[in-house]
Nanobody
Framework: QLQASGGGSVRAGGSLRLSCAASGRTFTRYHMGWFRQAPGKEREFVSGISSSGGMTSYADSVKGRFTISRDNGKNTVYLRMNSLKPEDTADYYC????????????????WGQGTQVTVSS
């Protein structure tokens, strides 16, 4: 089970840190991803991190502004979001996959509930 938190409303240029806490003892077996979905748009990949934390991936739109990390001791993955823009406004979802780590939502087996991020100009 995945529980996302940390969303909120900020002005452009501001920062937020999203957290996704996982229950269970097998967190270290899962690659994790963050996705987002804006109203009327498809869910899109934001960032991913391998099970060990050794590899990360970012969408071009967030590269250099967002940082994904994980603490396997706390069963938690984070998404630090800096220099936020109005176009970052969306519901953000964390997801987990035991294999096939990639950018397609279809690769992920488990999903948390969304946490809303609103960035005003």
């Amino acid at each position: 089970q995945l529980q996302a938190s940390g969303g909120g409303s900020v002005r452009a240029g501001g920062s937020l840190r999203l957290s996704c806490a996982a229950s269970g003892r097998t967190f270290t077996r899962y690659h994790m991803g963050w996705f987002r979905q804006a109203p009327g748009k498809e869910r899109e990949f934001v960032s991913g991190i391998s099970s060990s934390g050794g590899m990360t991936s970012y969408a071009d739109s967030v590269k250099g502004r967002f940082t994904i990390s994980r603490d396997n001791g706390k069963n938690t993955v984070y998404l630090r979001m800096n220099s936020l823009k109005p176009e970052d406004t969306a519901d953000y979802y964390c997801a987990a996959t035991p294999s096939g780590w990639g950018r397609s939502p279809s690769l992920y087996d488990y999903w948390g509930q969304g946490t809303q991020v609103t960035v005003s100009s």
